[in-house]
């Protein structure tokens, strides 16, 4: 069976209890193996996602000459610094995963031997221009391929070795996005450059890599949306091994969070959630909106990030307008959004978030045809969606694209339809959220997994 050959069943539901812990952060698990790997000796990482995308990146490392061990309770990473990697004696595949493919562009970028990273066919479809291009810009010689639109690169993308004598040059880069990836991707490839890398944002985007490197003592400074890297600043040239715990991912945590503010006289609570500033607007949202949202800091996980619980009651929710920075910090959370402004009463539009149309799906186009689909009236925008709330739901037969989170978007809409609900290409979940049917089975939901 194919990884998206399942569908899921799912009835309306009825309360959702429970307390549940969610898989560790993908984001942040794909650093804390890239700086394990990189690292002098070994670390040990424990909550690191069991999902497709940090199994892709773990493999690469692995292809380069890292030994990485994979238990039921924790993660050894045999580092071997930042100069130890070995040439790959097969293309690294990233599998569905952009982070991985983009963070590894950056790092290969300073290598003295070359690489080719292949992905499947969604991350083939995926535009890699805006890395590709900054990293030739200081001295990397990467190349991607020609694809849908003329002016755009895409996956596989190939890296020729730095020769003697050769190495990455410093940047100033002003991005006209904001993004992560492209800044993490600048960050790690500046660790091997010979000048300063200053990356300056139109708004902060997630901040782990800085978080981690800061951590580790490597010579960076970060000013609201500026951050600024400079190799030749006295330091250790890399760092010691570590242990570090994956706090709980915040896009995950979000389903049966909005689960719970859709489905009445629910309650739901989930453990140790990632809330850095730069990933919690999803939170904020749901407060803007009347929803009764709980938070109790429960520690710090790796790279110093701030954990809590949370906890969410049911209660009335009303529309609002999602734009902004805002949106760049509740990307990944948008179909959630989508299904609870579909119960929501009133008009909720969706702004500022073209970023959508060019991840795992176009999410934009594909949860307009998943609202439409559930009886609830939208009109797609170039950077949204307008959708007005408060209406029943019909049963709905819906096709995935083999996007996860239209997955799980869909399977909360169907908890609030009358009738039977059938979500083809399920199997795309376990890329973020192996065991989501499990979890929210465990707070009382009606949803069964089958092969399709």
């Avoid at 009358?418 to 795309?428: D, K, P, T, V, Y």
Wanted: hydrophobic share 40%; charged share 20%; proline share 6%.
């Amino acid at each position: 069976m194919s990884s998206t050959g399942k569908r899921y069943r799912v009835q309306r539901s009825g309360p959702l209890r429970g307390s549940v812990r969610v898989p560790g952060d993908k984001s942040i698990g794909h650093r804390s193996l890239i700086f394990g790997a990189l690292g002098r000796g070994r670390s040990h990482i424990t909550g690191l996602s069991e999902g497709l995308d940090n199994r892709a990146t773990a493999g690469a490392f692995r292809a380069m000459g890292v030994a990485i061990e994979t238990g039921s309770e924790a993660t050894e990473v045999h580092g071997v610094g930042l100069r130890g990697l070995r040439m790959p004696t097969t293309v690294l595949d990233c599998g569905n995963s952009g982070t991985t493919m983009r963070l590894l562009s950056g790092l290969l970028s300073g290598q003295g031997f070359g690489a080719r990273l292949v992905g499947d066919e969604s991350l083939t479809r995926r535009p890699m221009g805006r890395i590709i291009g900054p990293l030739r810009a200081r001295g990397a010689h990467i190349a991607g391929t020609s694809g849908a639109k003329a002016d755009e690169l895409y996956p596989p993308i190939s890296i020729a070795p730095l020769v003697e004598g050769e190495s990455l040059r410093g940047i100033e880069y002003d991005m006209p996005v904001a993004s992560a990836q492209v800044k993490s991707a600048l960050l790690l490839s500046g660790l091997y450059a010979n000048g300063v890398t200053a990356v300056q944002e139109p708004v902060l985007s997630r901040d782990h890599t800085e978080r981690m490197m800061l951590a580790l003592g490597v010579p960076l400074e970060t000013a609201g949306s500026s951050v600024v890297l400079d190799p030749t600043a006295e330091w250790a040239g890399g760092w010691d091994p570590f242990e570090w715990h994956v706090p709980g991912d915040p896009s995950s945590a979000t389903f049966p969070i909005v689960a719970a503010a859709m489905v009445a006289d629910s309650q739901v609570s989930v453990e140790d959630v990632c809330v850095n500033p730069t990933r919690t607007g999803i939170f904020d949202w749901l407060r803007l909106i009347g929803a009764n949202v709980a938070h109790r800091p429960s520690g710090h996980g790796a790279g110093d990030e701030p954990m809590a619980e949370i906890t969410i009651t049911h209660g009335s929710t009303r529309g609002a307008v999602a734009g902004g920075e805002l949106i760049v910090r509740m990307i990944d959370e948008i179909p959630a959004v989508c299904a609870l402004a579909a119960v929501a009463n009133g008009v909720t539009e969706i702004r500022d978030a073209a970023e959508l149309r060019v991840k795992e799906s176009d999410r934009i186009a594909t949860m307009a045809k998943v609202l439409d689909a559930f009886g609830v009236p939208c009109e797609e925008l170039p950077d949204g969606l307008i959708i007005t709330g408060g209406k029943p739901l019909r049963a709905a037969h819906i096709e995935s694209r083999g996007d996860h989170r239209i997955v799980m978007a869909s399977a909360l809409l169907g908890f609030m339809a009358e009738g039977e609900s059938i979500i083809e290409g399920a199997g795309a979940v376990d890329t973020s959220f192996p065991g989501f049917v499990s979890l929210m089975r465990s707070l009382g939901a009606p949803i069964e997994e089958e092969a399709s």
